[in-house]
């Protein structure tokens, strides 16, 4: 593998090793299914100011990764390890990981009616602030006990609905009900500026977009770009690259990463599709080669992907 892995982060500077996200041979397998591991020992590092661009062919296991990583109890961890912030994250519960830090935009986000847009992110918003350890000195429903007031609350909202161009009105919508593509991925971008995490695992964020929804998701991606913050970019294709540049590229096939790169490598896949890559890691050698590009619209999503 490439010496890309472990990246230099975009702030320059020397981060606390706890500060990164480290998976060491990392091997899932569906919790329906625990004899057929998805995921086949994935070594990976993220550090803040990062961004890391998962790419792969269909099945090759990016959204395993991307739930593995949050603690979806419909997959199983059958070995390695996942330490960030000094924190063996597999050992903690999905909301403690949202709790400490790590955010997940998810490939098809899920309707919720009767919830407004505004009251779903403020209870995200009070249970990040109460912490992983739940300090009974913080209650983020009372002011006076480090909450977060209604008018604080509403100014931070329309300061992000702002940054990332949306209207006003939006906020109260409820969740995804009747939502575009485009504006469910761009509600994943409102709950993310409003969390402000530190590791944002972006899952197929483009998946289903036209290109004037995905110029402005992908906006939204770069407005909340820091020094702080480690993103874990996963995505089937090299378009969304065009407009969010990677620190790093991964090609995963198989279960495992098979190569690592800069943003030339995302290019070579553009041109190339993902079998001569494959062949020279000695995976599939009769694999066709895969066109990236795909004609737009706003109806083109992909079948979800293990």
Known sequence: MSDHTNGSGANGAAANPDDRLV?????????????????????LEVGPGEVHAIMGPNGSGKTTLAYALMGHPAYIVKGGSVTWRGRDILKLSADKRARLGMFLAFQYPTAIPGLSVASFIRS????????????????PTDTIKGGVSM???????????????????????????????????????????????QMAILDETDSGLDID?????????????????????ITHYQRLLNYITPDVVHVLAQGRIVKSGGKDLALRLESEGYGPILREAG???????????????PDLGEPAAV
């Open 124 to 139: 995200a918003l009070n249970a990040k602030l109460q912490g992983i350890d739940k300090n009974p000195d913080i209650d």
């Open 23 to 43: 998976i060491r041979g990392l091997r899932v397998a569906p919790i329906a299914s625990p004899e057929h591991e998805i995921l086949q020992g994935i070594d």
């Open 151 to 197: 008018m604080d609350f509403r100014k931070k909202m329309r300061a992000k609905l702002a940054l990332l161009k949306m209207d006003e009105a939006f906020a109260a919508r409820y969740v995804n009900e009747g939502f575009s593509g485009g504006e469910k991925k761009r509600l994943e971008m409102l709950q993310m500026a409003m969390l402000e995490p």
């Open 283 to 297: 995976l599939a050698p009769d694999v066709p080669d895969e066109a990236l590009l795909v004609p737009m619209g």
């Open 213 to 233: 929804a995905l110029r402005v998701v992908a906006e939204g991606v770069n407005a909340m770009l820091n020094p702080e913050l480690g993103v874990l970019l």
